[in-house]
Nanobody, 126 residues
Framework: QVQLVESGGGLVQAGGSLRLSCAAS????????MSWFRQAPGKEREFVAS????????YYADSVKGRFSISRDSAKNTVYLQMNSLNPEDTAVYYCAADSRRGSIYLRRVTDVASWGQGTQVTVSS
């Protein structure tokens, strides 16, 4: 079982930036895709961004494309989400997720998640 610990959330003004980190432990990090999801109050958890085990392939939700960037550092077993040009609609709890399928290229469905992080709050003020 993989364990995920997130950090980096906080309060930022519209137009600002934040970087989230997710440290993983418990299994071979580079063999699995990793993703970020988010959940706003009263809404379902939604996909934000995904990166393959090798780091060579990334996918983004249309709502964040061009503003967010996902990356991973295999030496540190850590995944990052760089968030730029933030707006109030980005306010949510952000969750790191690990794929249950070894060798996967992307993780976009909640049903394919093996483990979730504890979540980190991102609040964007207008």
């Amino acid at each position: 079982q993989v364990q995920l610990v997130e950090s980096g959330g906080g309060l930022v003004q519209a137009g600002g930036s934040l970087r989230l980190s997710c440290a993983a432990s418990g299994r071979t990090f580079s063999s699995y895709a990793m993703s970020w999801f988010r959940q706003a109050p009263g809404k379902e958890r939604e996909f934000v961004a995904s990166i393959s085990g090798s780091g060579s392939t990334t996918y983004y939700a249309d709502s964040v494309k061009g503003r967010f960037s996902i990356s991973r550092d295999s030496a540190k077993n850590t995944v990052y989400l760089q968030m730029n040009s933030l707006n109030p609609e980005d306010t949510a709890v952000y969750y790191c997720a690990a794929d249950s399928r070894r060798g996967s290229i992307y993780l976009r469905r909640v049903t394919d998640v093996a483990s979730w992080g504890q979540g980190t709050q991102v609040t964007v003020s207008s």
